[in-house]
T-cell receptor
Framework: DAGVIQSPRHEVTEMGQEVTLRCKPI?????LFWYRQTMMRGLELLIY????????DSGMPEDRFSAKMPNASFSTLKIQPSEPRDSAVYFC????????????FGDGTRLSIL | RKEVEQDPGPFNVPEGATVAFNCTYS??????FFWYRQDCRKEPKLLMS???SGNEDGRFTAQLNRASQYISLLIRDSKLSDSATYLC??????????FGKGNQVVVIP
């Protein structure tokens, strides 16, 4: 079975540039989550969707970050303009509905902003 | 207070020994609990769910203490392949998971 697919795996860009991260959740999963992981702050939830609708975006750091889910099989996380402090590993995860269902993570995107 | 707190370690464990660690959570209304494992430069993966009655999966045993709001993980007969970071995870409702920073385990030959 295909898991959560993220692209790109690595991204290196200069500050000020727009960055777009992509995610394809597991087919049939109702929920999609975007996380950011750094050494200092650990794994932080940025935003999550239920049936393509954003439910909680309280973790989005600021207006430079935006996320969309135009359909059940695709989501994007965009940073514009990017800054060096955005450097982190960004994970996408998906799950079925239910508080007891685990989340399945993609391989992550390692983002470096120079 | 952080939603989930863990002692980062590292926990250096001789091969074959037993290691145990806890995490505490702040929300008494938390609904479900998990341990995830994360290898270096990899994504987190579910290790096991944690049930109120405690549960065991091979060499791994998880316990939940709702009164004291902590979760524990015990690894028996440690293998070199158990070296990883173990993330304590709490579901605070609406499928919103809170992750601890993890307990780093290093199994030494």
């Amino acid at each position: 079975d295909a898991g959560v697919i993220q692209s790109p795996r690595h991204e290196v860009t200069e500050m000020g540039q727009e960055v777009t991260l992509r995610c394809k959740p597991i087919s049939g999963h109702d929920y999609l989550f975007w996380y950011r992981q750094t050494m200092m702050r650990g794994l932080e939830l940025l935003i999550y969707f239920n049936n393509n609708v954003p439910i909680d975006d309280s973790g989005m750091p600021e207006d430079r970050f935006s996320a969309k889910m135009p359909n059940a099989s695709f989501s994007t996380l965009k940073i514009q303009p990017s800054e060096p402090r955005d450097s982190a590993v960004y994970f996408c995860a998906s799950s079925l509905w239910s508080s007891n269902q685990p989340q399945h993570f993609g391989d992550g995107t390692r983002l470096s902003i120079l | 207070r952080k939603e989930v707190e863990q002692d980062p370690g590292p926990f250096n464990v001789p091969e074959g020994a037993t290691v145990a660690f806890n995490c505490t959570y702040s929300n008494s209304a938390s609904q479900s609990f998990f341990w995830y494992r994360q290898d270096c430069r990899k994504e987190p993966k579910l290790l096991m769910s944690v049930y109120s009655s405690g549960n065991e999966d091979g060499r791994f045993t998880a316990q939940l203490n709702r009164a004291s709001q902590y979760i524990s993980l015990l690894i028996r007969d440690s293998k070199l392949s158990d070296s990883a970071t173990y993330l304590c995870v709490v579901n605070n409702g609406n499928n919103r998971l809170a992750f601890g920073k993890g307990n780093q385990v290093v199994v030494i030959p």
